[in-house]
């Protein structure tokens, strides 16, 4: 049994299982409301959140009879850092990614345009959201 969503891309990236094709500003229920099923968000440590935006690296989990069946990563387009905010810090480090000087926990996160590669498009649409 597997979590299943229309609003938003759960499948296997290089960080392994993932939701992503998450926006800045989304919130926790926002992500709940939009996966079939019963699920839950875990933060880094394994705790439920129950309220609040996401960050990239939280887990969203999905949940039968109480007990997880599938779980993963949550990507928040632009969250580079995974601090659930989208600054200037998150620029530097997509742009560091992008020039191989730099690595980044989770590069899904420089994809905002979930196209499978990381371009300059990418890292102007993370500079953009900074400003907007």
Partial sequence: MKM???EFKIGSTQSGRTV????KNTTISDLLSGIDG???IVDENGSPVSSGTLKTGYKVQYLAYNAVVDSATIIVGGDVDCDGKI???DVIKAKKYFASMGNAQFPEAIDCNND???SSNDIGHIA???IS
């Fill in 4 to 6: 299943q969503s229309d």
């Fill in 20 to 23: 992503t094709g998450i926006d």
């Fill in 38 to 40: 019963g699920s839950r």
């Fill in 87 to 89: 600054t200037a810090k």
């Fill in 116 to 118: 499978g590669s990381i």
């Fill in 128 to 130: 953009n959201s900074v």
